[in-house]
């Protein structure tokens, strides 16, 4: 009797054994394979703007995608209209002034070009030369070119204390001037052979300025 108790014991011993491994097997296993997780809910990404303002005698807001090809939205009013001119008046040379601000909502760098030549029989004797207020190379975008063939993307600097290519966002229209904008200066004089080429009189010469922004 005492042998089978001690068998029926050890037998319900290993069960009960056996149930209790198969628990913590099944019971350990699984929550190893569950993964946590939170989640917040409601965020957002809004893209920021990105448009400056070409301030002449009236202000010009820039478009975005293609570079304008005629009149309408992006083109602004001529900064230079030159009449008149011969060796013998004080017309030449003329300057004009454009004022840029990048007034969107991104950090944006800037470049200047003139994508297509200019026209009309006086261009080739006449040169442009472009400056802004701060002293040294960025200063000068152009040194003096002869108005005649397109002149390449060239980037310019802000008016910042220390000029930067990277303007700052917010501006203001028609400031022209600090970490937001920069002011350009134009100026158109005779070249050499104005003087005595007399196919030029009666000539006129026009050019497009074309402003790029790019965020940066």
Same mark, same amino acid.
């Given at each position: 009797m005492e042998d089978r108790r001690s068998k029926r014991s050890l037998r319900v011993a290993l069960v009960l054994a056996a149930a209790v491994a198969g628990t913590a097997l099944v019971g350990w296993g699984g929550l190893a394979a569950w993964s946590a997780y939170t989640?917040?809910?409601?965020? @957002?990404? $809004?893209?920021?703007? !990105?448009?400056?303002?070409?301030?002449?005698? @009236?202000?010009? +807001?820039s478009v975005i995608g293609v570079a304008p090809t005629g009149a309408g939205p992006g083109w602004c009013s001529a900064? =230079?209209? #030159?009449? /008149?001119?011969?060796?013998?008046n004080s017309v030449l040379p003329a300057t004009g002034v454009v004022k840029i601000d990048n007034t969107g909502t991104l950090n944006s760098t800037f470049s200047m070009? =003139?994508?297509?030549?200019?026209?009309?029989?006086?261009?080739?004797? !006449? +040169? !442009?030369?472009?400056?802004?207020?701060?002293? /040294?190379?960025?200063?000068?975008?152009? *040194?003096?070119? $002869?108005? @005649?063939?397109? =002149?390449?993307?060239?980037?310019?600097?802000?008016? *910042?204390? +220390?000029?930067?290519?990277?303007?700052?966002p917010n501006g203001t229209a028609g400031n022209g001037a600090g970490a937001t904008g920069n002011t350009f200066t134009f100026t158109v004089? $005779? /070249?050499?052979? %104005? $003087? +005595?080429?007399?196919?030029?009189?009666?000539?006129?010469?026009?050019? @497009? #300025?074309? %402003?790029?922004?790019?965020a940066a």
């Open positions: 989640e917040n809910a409601g965020n @957002s990404v $809004a893209a920021g703007t !990105l448009v400056h303002n070409n301030y002449v005698a @009236s202000n010009c +807001t900064f =230079m209209t #030159i009449t /008149g001119a011969d060796p013998a070009s =003139m994508p297509a030549a200019p026209s009309g029989g006086l261009c080739a004797d !006449l +040169t !442009l030369k472009v400056t802004d207020p701060d002293a /040294g190379a960025p200063g000068t975008p152009y *040194a003096a070119t $002869a108005l @005649s063939t397109t =002149m390449g993307a060239t980037s310019i600097d802000n008016n *910042a204390g +220390t000029p930067s290519p990277t303007w700052s004089a $005779a /070249g050499g052979s %104005f $003087a +005595t080429n007399y196919a030029d009189q009666g000539q006129s010469c026009s050019f @497009s #300025i074309l %402003f790029t922004q790019t």
